[in-house]
């Protein structure tokens, strides 16, 4: 029966199917050795015995677990919301053709990283989801669902899925409704977001998630033998340039971007030699790529110090016409929904002007993402309750919010206690504009406490951030904390698409949507 046969099933005792059984197996045999804790045959004698086959076990220590986790759980989610008079053989396969579809997608960074592995790619050793995977329970029971109905076993029937998807991720606390938002709306814009350093491997997995997910056109900046190396270990085959500023090939342009920084920088003291140089440092080199049109946007920072990358940003992007000062937003991902803090990476001491200035932007940003926003102008004290410069200027910029933006809905000085917690504000101070509201903006005094208060978010509260968002620049270009996370610059990515949009929209809006 063994011989010739493409496919074995165990669900007997261990050892039992021996190397030669194997071996006379037709090619590329498919192997399910299930029995537990010991499989019918070990996985490492049959890839020993066999290099073609591609094998799946129960165990956890191996590739391919099959595991009743996968299943049941989803087919009884499926089944039940629909309310089912029974579980028949076409919900089964239905849950069967979604976990295999599934298996075929680009696997969340989440997985990789659950797993310790750089990426799991469809193929021998992944053919079956990960039990971590959190799409599961968005994918697997809305498969369920339907053939429950389309069978004539539902007698509850679901109307509207992209609604059903969404409760499954919210029951599962998987939900992220800015991050889904994000790259909903970043999606099918084609626009050229040039990744700095492409030849690290989180940077460029990252890129190839924004290809794959159709999020951006990525732009691969770096040494062109190591992104192309990566590329392989990565199996990233689709066709992307490559700019690598070093490169002869790229002289042409190296002096185009020498020649026009020059000039722009040449009262500040730049020469054109000095140009030349810098345009074979990426981040000068991406900012120009950025400022001549030859891209959209540019992410960068993940191998380097903050300030060293957005030094080039300044002198090449510069401000925004009307702009004071540059600053930047975190979007933390809190069990009370989003909040945006300011300004969590540049601005060191910023006076009461500055402070109000950081907080219209970020104003904007929230309205960006579809929230309201309310802001809290933080501080050690509350309205009036300390005479101490500190404290004034938080107060004083306030006011100027006051006068200039009377539409936005923002008070302060406030503790950040009183600010979260809407029935004490209300209780303490009545006569505040957020008594009764639920605060989502958080403004900050100063870089120190802004900084500090998203990294312990981000650490003791286990919360996603998005950014740090920079605000107020001429042109799309967004920079990373150093050492990112693959699924933070995939955001920024998406962000920096966001970004362009919108400018988009302003401009039109100015020129009468010509």
Not at 177 to 201: P, T, W, Y
């Amino acid at each position: 029966a063994i011989d010739k046969a493409d496919v074995f099933i165990g669900l007997s005792i261990a050892n039992i199917f021996t190397p030669s059984m194997l071996n006379s197996m037709a090619a590329h045999p498919i192997v399910f050795a299930m029995a537990n804790p010991d499989p019918e045959i070990d996985y490492n004698l049959a890839m020993k015995t066999r290099k073609d086959v591609i094998m799946a076990t129960g165990r956890s220590d191996h590739p391919n677990q099959v595991n009743n986790v996968l299943g049941f759980p989803f087919i009884f989610r499926g089944a039940l919301d629909v309310r089912a008079t029974s579980i028949n053989e076409e919900m089964k396969m239905a849950a069967v053709k979604a976990l295999a579809n599934l298996a075929k997608q680009p696997v969340p960074e989440q997985v990789n990283i659950a797993y310790g592995e750089t990426r799991f790619t469809f193929g021998a050793e992944y053919i079956i989801p990960k039990p971590f995977d959190q799409r599961l329970i968005s994918e697997i029971p809305p498969a369920v669902a339907k053939a429950a109905m389309e069978s004539g076993v539902a007698k509850n029937p679901i109307l509207d899925w992209e609604k059903y998807k969404e409760e499954l991720m919210q029951r599962s606390g998987n939900d992220n409704k800015v991050v889904r938002l994000l790259h909903s709306r970043a999606k099918g814009n084609n626009k050229r977001i040039v990744f700095a350093e492409a030849d690290s491997l989180d940077v460029l997995k990252a890129a190839q998630i924004v290809h794959e997910e159709g999020i951006a056109i990525p732009v691969l900046l770096g040494n062109k033998e190591i992104i192309s190396e990566l590329k392989k270990e990565l199996e990233f085959d689709a066709d992307i340039e490559i700019v690598d500023p070093s490169d002869e090939a790229f002289a042409d342009k190296r002096n185009q971007y020498a020649n026009t920084y020059a000039n722009l920088r040449q009262r500040k003291g730049s020469t054109l030699y000095s140009a030349k140089i810098k345009m074979r440092e990426r981040n000068y080199f991406g900012a120009m790529m950025v400022l001549e049109g030859d891209v959209d946007g540019m992410i960068s920072g993940y191998s380097r110090a903050y300030p060293t990358v957005v030094k080039p940003i300044f002198e090449v992007i510069g401000r925004a016409a009307g702009v004071k000062k540059v600053a930047t937003v975190n979007i933390m991902i809190t069990d009370r929904g989003p909040l945006f803090l300011a300004d969590t990476s540049i601005n060191i001491d910023p006076n009461a002007a500055e402070i109000a200035e950081i907080a219209q932007m970020t104003a904007n940003v929230a309205s960006t993402f579809g929230f309201e926003p309310v802001m809290a102008l933080l501080s050690y004290a509350n309205f009036g309750s300390s005479s101490h410069p500190d404290a004034k200027k938080v107060r004083d910029a306030v006011r100027i919010l006051h006068e200039t933006h009377p539409e936005l809905v923002v008070d302060g000085e406030i503790q950040t206690d009183f600010a979260l917690n809407k029935e004490m504000l209300q209780r303490q101070f009545p006569f505040s504009k957020l008594a009764g509201k639920k605060v989502n903006t958080l403004i900050f005094p100063n870089l120190e406490s802004a900084n500090i208060t998203y990294k312990l978010l981000k650490e003791l509260n286990g919360a996603d951030s998005i950014g740090p968002i920079m605000v107020g620049l001429r042109k799309s270009v967004h920079v990373v904390q150093l050492g990112a996370s693959v699924d933070e610059m995939v955001n920024m990515a998406a962000v920096a698409v966001i970004d362009c949009q919108e400018r988009e929209k302003r401009k039109k809006a100015k020129t009468g949507g010509q």
